[in-house]
């Protein structure tokens, strides 16, 4: 059995001195692991780097085994990012956060564009040769990035109107619960057992958000995440609606998301 299939890379770890055991995101194939002889050799190693572009080639005599990987490099993409950390950190964060997210062998060909897209625009401006280091333009993608993320997974937010009143404008809130917006009059006496919603993800797209409501996008993303997908593989230590656990969204799930919010935070 085989296929051939563009991917994405999103781990690869030691199996032995060279080998590799890739995790890749197809195209047509979903999260797909395989070995990859000599993946870790002087050669293939600047290949299989975290988000990187390949053609794979993936055979097995059995479907359910792990099976080997071939491999041709498409576009090199961490190398270009060795300059930008916190660019180079959302990057390690959204392979980890899809590896995290993904049940092994299931097609979702939206989140691979989705993804596409994403890593597009965090090198744009770097393969421009612009000075990327001021422009925090796309932390706002990286953000829609995840809540785009949780829609495909079946759990998307109702950011267009309040719950309670139906109004769409002077949304302000979240309810952790119901991922459901409220305006801030109607949040008045709640808003401590609420999410913040920044206006970048309300009604004013064309915001400029600062750093403070990036974490706060972050925050709201972070809490659904922890709460239906990362509970359930067993990356987050729970999700309850307190003050505290709401704040502890930030710091849950897969390891280079808190290192990518830890950088963003300091």
Known sequence: MDWQ?????????????????LTLLTREHGRHLGLLRGGFSRRQRPIIELGNRLQANWRARLPEQLGNYQIEGLQSVAALLLDQPLRLAALASACAVIDTALPEREPHPEIFVDLDILIARLIEEVRAGDDARG?????????????????????????THCAVTGETEGLSYVSPKTGRSVTRSAGQGYHDRLLPLPAFLAEDHTARPDRAAILDGLRLTGHFLARHVFAQTGSSPGSGNSATSRQSSLSEGPMARRQFLQRLQG
């Open 5 to 21: 299939d563009e991917a994405i890379v999103l781990a690869a770890r030691h199996y032995g001195e060279h080998d590799a055991v």
């Open 135 to 159: 422009n925090d333009g796309w932390l706002v993608e990286y953000v829609r990035w995840e809540l785009t993320l949780l829609a495909d997974l079946g759990f998307g937010l109702d950011l």
